[in-house]
């Protein structure tokens, strides 16, 4: 009988013991680490005789013992099994991403909520006293404080608002004026109201967040606003204010941020959604709660988007940065607080020679399968 060790298998080593942990599906399983040596020995499909033959210093009986108790476990799957087949499957979708983002989405896939296991349950849940801290700042930082913004601004209406949304690639020169930017972040990243969450008080904003944690921040580094000096700012929601984190900002900062794409070096700004890891685990502890992260990054972004259409700035973002370098220099540990997310915006050009051609009936004739 041929054999082969599945695709999806991920070993590490967790509270003391080596983990293996199969997927899709499958639970981790505390096996002692030389299995992993007979799992390499069926890398391919291999008779068990020959695999035996490979790991000479082992008995053949140990060998069959511990492949009798793998294919038990479905680490290793018959050539003719169903199993096999779906195996292959997944090897053929997943492997480009594999095994990082292939492991994060089927590891986090139906998870034990804790409600249903209290072994899961968070230490805040289970002791009140543990402080939950809701806004982030850095109170010795010089401030900007920010003008107030006119309730006028966003009246442009909404399908108009919808409709005019597009990613920006090219800026001109011109800068954006500090009660725009004001605006823009008030809209987005204020609180709208306050609630009380039985353990004190959360708050909400125009994009919806699991639980009202609101776990990111809004880092923002300028390179051209008017009234303000280039540099790395935290937005302080609480006073509507930017702190000043480090001075200057170039437009070869703001294209080493986006992973070295020249287009983020004309943007006015950079907005860098950063996660509060604490934040959103004081309530949510397992990990397919990092999803949900990700999720709110994305409606934060859209409602950044449509606001600053509506301003008349030209919207863009991008999941390509420099994680490490963005967080240095926003002074994240990359740790406990680290970037989620980039965004960028200025006032548009009138050219948009980066953005994509209209389709025409020649694309779709090109693109199209005959039935």
């Not at 009234?227 to 702190?243: D, F, K």
Request: with cysteine; proline share 8%; net charge negative.
């Amino acid at each position: 009988m041929r054999l082969r060790r599945r695709h999806g298998l991920v070993c590490y080593w967790y509270d003391g013991s080596f983990v293996v942990h199969p997927h899709p599906g499958g639970d981790p399983l505390a096996l002692h680490p030389a299995v992993a040596e007979i799992l390499s020995a069926f890398s391919e499909w291999t008779e068990q005789a020959e695999a035996a033959e490979n790991l000479n210093h082992l008995s053949a009986e140990t060998v069959e013992q511990a492949v009798e108790e793998l294919r038990g476990t479905g680490l290793l799957l018959a050539a003719d099994a169903p199993e096999a087949a779906a195996d292959e499957r997944f090897e053929r979708q997943w492997s480009t991403w594999s095994p990082e983002a292939a492991f994060f989405h089927y590891a986090t896939q139906d998870v034990k909520y804790p409600e249903n296991d209290p072994a899961r349950e968070s230490p805040a849940s289970r002791d009140p006293q543990v402080p939950f801290v809701l806004f982030t700042g850095y109170p010795r930082a010089d401030r900007v404080l920010l003008p107030r913004p006119p309730s006028t601004e966003l009246r442009a209406p909404y399908e108009q608002v919808l409709l005019a949304r597009h990613t920006c690639r090219d800026y001109t020169p011109d800068p954006v004026p500090l009660s725009t930017l004001s605006t823009l972040l008030s809209t987005t990243f204020a609180p709208v109201d306050f609630i009380d969450c039985g353990r004190g008080a959360l708050f909400r904003r125009t994009s919806p967040a699991g639980g009202a944690r609101q776990e990111l921040d809004a880092y923002v580094a300028l390179r051209n606003v008017t009234g303000v000096e280039p540099g790395v700012y935290h937005y302080n929601l609480r006073e509507h204010s930017l702190e000043l984190l480090s001075e200057g900002f170039t437009s070869a900062d703001a294209t080493h941020f986006c992973a070295d794409q020249e287009w983020a070096g004309g943007a006015a700004f950079l907005v860098v959604l950063g996660l509060v890891v604490d934040r959103l685990l004081s309530k949510y502890p397992t990990p397919r709660s990092y999803r949900v992260s990700l999720l709110n990054a994305g409606h934060l972004g859209q409602t950044f988007a449509l606001t600053a259409t509506a301003l008349g700035l030209g919207p863009a973002q991008t999941g390509a940065f420099h994680d490490s370098s963005v967080a240095e220099r926003l002074g994240l540990d990359n740790i406990g607080r680290t970037p989620l997310y980039v965004l960028a915006s200025g006032y548009p050009a009138a050219e948009q020679p980066a953005a994509p051609p209209a389709a025409g009936l020649s694309t779709f004739r090109e693109t199209t399968l005959e039935g």
